[in-house]
Structure formats: C-alpha cells, structure tokens
DNA sequence: CGAATCCGTAACCATGTGGTTGAATATCGC
DNA sequence: GCGATATTCAACCACATGGTTACGGATTCG
C-alpha cells in the first residue's frame, strides 16, 4: 500500500514545483541561516515575489523564520522531504524493474535497519 | 551541487501535488494498464475532470496512453519519479543528520561552525 | 531626529487550475 | 444502421498563482 499523508504532500509537492522556490531550497540545504534578501538576490524577481515564494515553503513547513531585528532569518526544515521520499520510494520498483540493484538494495535495508536499532 | 532539470521536475512535482493524481498513479503502480474509467471511478468528480487530470500526469510523463478501441489504456511510466528521487536524496542529510551520510554531515557542520564563528 | 535598510502587505493584472455541464467523436454490440 | 459505451473537447465559473508597483512598519545608522 502507498501511504499518503494528504495535506502534508499536497503542499510540499506544489511548494517544490516552482524552479525559484527549488533553487532557494538548494541555497539553503548546507544549514546556513539566510535573510530574505540574501536568498532573493540571485533570482530576477520583485522582493516582494520572492517573498511570497518563501511564505509558500513556509506554509510546507520546508523553512523557518527567525525574526532578529528587521531582518528575517531563514532556515531550511527538511522533514516534510521525509515523506516526499518514501511517498516516492514506493514506486522504485516501478522505474527500476530489473533486480540488478537487489543485492545492494538488501545491504541498503539492513544498514537501515541497523541504524535504526542502535538508534 | 543539487542539480535540476527544471522542465521534468516542474512539471513532475506539480503533477504529484493533487491528492487524486497521486491516488491513480498509486494505482497503477502494479504496472497493470486500466482504463481512464478504471481510473476515474474512486473519485468523486466527473469523467471529464479525471480526463484532465490524466492529461496532467501524461503531460508530465508519468503515464502512457495505449488506444484501444473505444478505450484509452493507460499505463505508469515512473522514470520521471527517478529524478524527483535524486533531487530529493540530496536533501536527506537535512532531515537525517543522525546516522545518513555522517562523514558529509560531519563536514557540514564544522563549516557551519565556522561560517557562524566568522560572522 | 532623520534617512536609509529590510521586509511584509495591499491592490492589481494575466494566466492557470480544478471543477462543472453539454455536445462531439469514435467504437462496440445488436 | 442504431443505440449504448468510452472518452475527449469546449465553454464556463470561482479561485489560486506568479508577477508587478506602491506603500507602510520596524529597525539600524549617522
């Protein structure tokens, strides 16, 4: 069965359409805080769209926001991409039908599983 | 780097932000060809609106169209769910620094340190 | 204080989305 | 050929999206 969490992957999903909230996503996945200006500056857009992009991932739950002094300080919060990947996970079998993976697929599983144990 | 063909993911990751898109390609997920009928028939919206939203998937690759007879055969077509894959691992040590990638995160987080010491 | 900076909000516009209903097209069964 | 079936197409509607410009609210700097 393909779990499906609605309301989280409708809005990470759309967040994730647009190339600009994507690139942005990108800018920060290295953990760094960043303002508004700083992430808006290399896109060729109003500030106020880029704005409007950052309350679209906001909204995803993909950022958070540190408001400190008249500057907005942005951090990534990746864990709606957890659901994005096992949403997707559950369709490899479908674009890579052939077992050639298996054996690495298996030692995937149980490293997995190990680290989970020893959690 | 985090890379991105704009175009696939664009439309891929829009094609995955409606609920009932994500269901019919659950569906097919067995690899088995249904109807545009077969499809449409969990949901309660007209033919015509399913129609479009097949047309959304296709439009994004994600399923194919076999005509046969009077019926559209529709089957998945899941390579595009390879690069949301991709683009999404990239992103798996921001949401799982504890035991994935923990050289890298390591790594990530002297700079961070640094980059914070600096400013 | 006053000016500059960072950023959000409001109003506006063109276009897209998701839904409907109703008609058109093509095929199958009789 | 005729009626039923499967599906798209067209027109329409309410609303969302992505962009703009203009303005306002804090906050920092001089």
Redesign the pocket.
Known sequence: MVTDSTDVLDATF?AL??P??RAMLATLADGVE???????AP??????????????LEAAGLIE?R????????RIDASPLAEVADWTEAFRACWEPTFARLDGVLEEMKRHRKARRDR
């Open positions: 759309h359409s647009h600009t909230r960043r303002s508004v200006g700083e992430l808006a896109f060729d857009v109003s500030l106020a769209a880029s704005s409007k992009h950052l309350k679209v926001r408001v400190v002094g008249r500057t907005h300080s942005v």
